[in-house]
């Protein structure tokens, strides 16, 4: 991670958090991975900043989430709570970037860089 090195500011997501911790927990339960891979995920916030939802934020994400539904480019289901605009609001509010593997969802919102 050069980004460290040059001074970045990392942010993990509560809500990213949150999605990868649901599926380990649920994995771990169903002996499909072992305990250790959440003590993986805890480790992060050794080199990452918690990135807690605001309430500026969850008004931010229900304009985003009004505006890709009215542009056709929803990213979930209308009932769906929609992590991704979310993600996307909390990235505008720091003046940060989304990395990740599923741009799509986010480049209407805000900057996002495609994870390796």
């Known amino acids: 991670m050069s980004e460290l ?19 380990i927990k649920r994995m771990i339960q169903a002996n499909q991975l072992p305990a250790s ?30 505006t890709a539904r009215i542009s ?15 993600l996307a609001a909390q990235a505008i509010e720091v003046g940060g970037t989304v990395v990740t593997k599923n741009t799509t969802h986010f480049a209407l919102h805000c900057p996002v860089l495609t994870w390796p």
Request: hydrophobic fraction near 40%.
């Open 72 to 86: 056709g480019v929803p990213s979930s289901h209308q009932a769906s709570l929609d992590a991704d605009v979310l």
């Open 37 to 66: 891979r959440l003590q993986r995920l805890d480790s992060l916030v050794q080199f990452c900043k918690q990135l807690p939802m605001t309430t500026r934020m969850w008004l931010r994400a229900s304009d985003l989430w009004a």
């Open 5 to 23: 090195s040059q001074g970045a500011t990392i942010y993990l997501s509560e809500v990213a958090d949150y999605e990868v911790r649901r599926e």
